[in-house]
């Protein structure tokens, strides 16, 4: 049983910058696959960022390469999504997750996650 609590969202500026944590309550996030959807008012959860365990592979989705940066420590058991340069697109709930199943996996799909967390409210006005 893993959980995961998010938290560092809130309102920001576009162009702003903030920084998602994820806490895991895993004995170590280092040996799982990690990853970051969104979902926005009305529309379907959309892949973010992932990264699997030992950190082998690292993805994002197109709209967030070169501003979100997914990375982890592994003596604080969280997982981090720098956010910068955000846009209002950018708005929506964000939610981390967890893939215990597979070896290594960085996967897009939220079908591929068995642990979720509540989220956390991100907001970019313009």
């Known amino acids: 049983q893993v959980q995961l609590v998010e938290s560092g969202g809130g309102l920001v500026q576009a162009g702003g910058s903030l920084r998602l944590s994820c806490a895991a309550s895993a004995r170590t996030t280092f040996s799982i696959n990690m990853g970051w959807f969104r979902q926005a008012p009305g529309k379907e959860r959309e892949f973010v960022a992932a990264i699997s365990r030992r950190d082998f592979y690292i993805n994002y989705t197109d709209s967030v390469k070169g501003r979100f940066t997914i990375s982890r420590d592994n003596a604080k058991n969280t997982v981090y999504l720098q956010m910068n340069s955000l846009k209002p697109e950018d708005t929506a709930v964000y939610y981390c997750?967890?893939?215990?199943?597979?070896?290594?996996?960085?996967?897009?799909?939220?079908?591929?996650?068995?642990?979720w967390g509540q989220g956390t409210q991100v907001t970019v006005s313009s």
């Open positions: 997750a967890a893939d215990t199943s597979r070896t290594s996996s960085a996967s897009l799909y939220s079908r591929d996650y068995n642990y």
